[in-house]
């Protein structure tokens, strides 16, 4: 009698391909995505939004497409000096001997979930970078889906609005800054314990990090079914061979340690300078500054950190086109009043003690429009914050929603997804059909939480 050579699949094999197939066959490119992003926001904002006009359209769209060019170089930045420094030699035998813990794909999916998970709470920035370097280090020594032991990396990102490092929580904390919205409206400033080391919040990170390896086994791939790293297509940047004999004195200097000394004493002096409390070294450009510091020091000379930073430059390019678009919807939705249609939509339907709910269900909605936390928070905080002031509703649960929705909803948005699978070399329509499973999971376990822990 005849036998099938090809094993029944499982419901969650089944279910596992169709989410993959279906990303697949709906989400375009992300630049593609954020074109048509821009055109749905733009009719919207015509037809709903209180103040749309001309000026606000054409208006809102030139401010907002030039106001990132910062954020996008810092971003850019972080990345390319995150990327650079994880190719330093001595880091590179640091992620060998992490990765040679795991001896399956299961234990190497649990290990960068956690790896990323960890490091992200404490500093977004390193743990999105270290998603994708992890990724590709284990795709060297085992034999896995690589779109979806990067996914397993990126879910780990999952918590990283809730950490330290959030854009969110740290506006609210600082005084007299012009992001916190709190402060501005209610006089009062929130402190860290208030949000980030709460029960609603910890109580939910906490459930992520165990539940989710087990999840991550179950979306494993058949053997079958496997689509491998590509080295020969995505191969690693070779390093730049020192010259042979007598070196001219431009060489002497190219590959002289002094330069990368002199520099890497300049960035440790400001680090001190700033640990004295003579300058502030936190945010965005304390995390370049780090990463400047380390990267040029771990490299050893001036010109071995040169190329290592043009070789990442050459992975993150893909992403340098869509903040610009993505900027220029969040101009658009700010000067049309856009997300106060959506966010006051909510607040009609809340009470004091749904209204963090309810702002996180809307944060989970304006996170695909407006994907970074701090442009995020400048639409939705002004209309979260008055209504939670009205309900007398929570205000660190209310500021933590908007937070949490924004972390959740990044699982399903190619905005920060593609510098991850552009630093991997993988597409990210295929990364995305696993981390859905990563927000259907998140989306339930923080809303939970903000029902009956706040």
């Known amino acids: 009698m005849p036998t099938s050579l090809t094993a029944p699949r499982s419901l969650r094999t089944r279910f596992t391909e169709g989410t993959i197939g279906l990303f697949e066959r709906t989400i375009p490119d992300p630049f593609v995505l954020a074109v048509f992003i821009t055109l749905l926001v733009a009719v919207a904002s015509w037809l709903i939004a209180p103040q749309a006009s001309l000026d606000a359209l054409f208006g809102g769209w030139y401010r907002g497409f030039g106001n990132i060019f910062g954020f996008a170089l810092q971003i850019t930045l972080v990345l390319v000096l995150g990327h650079a420094l994880a190719h330093a030699p001595l880091v590179q035998r640091g992620f060998t001997r992490i990765i040679s813990l795991a001896r399956t794909p299961n234990q190497a999916a649990a290990l960068i979930f956690l790896c990323v998970a960890i490091t992200s709470f404490f500093n977004w920035g390193f743990g999105l970078v270290l998603s994708a370097l992890l990724a590709r280090e284990i795709a060297k020594r085992m034999r896995v889906d690589f779109a979806w032991i990067v996914a397993a990396g990126f879910s780990g990102w999952v918590v990283w609005a809730g950490g330290l490092s959030s854009s969110i929580v740290l506006a609210q904390t600082t005084p007299g800054s012009p992001m916190n919205v709190v402060q501005k409206i209610t006089g009062q400033v929130l402190g860290m314990a208030d949000m980030v080391f709460t029960p609603f919040n910890l109580v939910p990170t906490l459930f992520m990090l165990v539940v989710m390896p087990f999840v991550l086994a179950a979306l494993r791939p058949r053997e079958q079914d496997i689509i491998a790293l590509d080295l020969e297509r995505h191969p690693d940047p ?86 610009p678009l993505y900027g220029g919807i969040m101009g658009i939705m700010e000067a049309s009043g856009l997300p106060g249609v ?35 928070w400048a639409v939705q905080g002004p209309f979260a914050i008055p209504a939670a002031v009205t309900l007398h509703a929570s205000l660190p649960a209310t500021t933590m929603a908007v937070a949490m929705g924004e972390q959740v909803s990044n699982m399903l948005q190619p905005f920060w997804a593609a510098p991850v699978v552009a630093m991997a070399g993988v597409g990210v329509q295929r990364v995305l059909g696993f981390t859905f499973v990563t927000f259907l999971v998140a989306a339930f376990a923080y809303g939970a939480a903000l029902l009956w822990l706040v």
């Open 238 to 323: 070779e390093p730049r061979p020192r010259p042979q004999g007598r070196l001219s004195f431009a060489q002497s200097l190219e590959h002289s340690p002094v330069g990368s000394l002199a520099m890497g004493a300049l960035g440790i002096g400001v680090m001190l300078y700033a640990a004295a409390g003579h300058l502030s070294l936190s945010g965005v450009n304390g995390v370049i500054v780090v990463m400047f510091t380390a990267g040029i020091l771990l490299h050893g000379s001036p010109l071995a950190y040169a190329d290592a930073v043009k070789a990442a430059a050459r992975q993150s390019g893909s992403m340098m086109l869509q903040y």
């Open 342 to 376: 959506i966010a006051q939509g909510f607040v009609a339907i809340s009470t004091a003690h749904t209204l963090p709910f309810w702002s996180y269900i809307c944060s989970l909605l304006v996170t695909f429009l407006i994907p970074s936390g701090g442009g995020h």
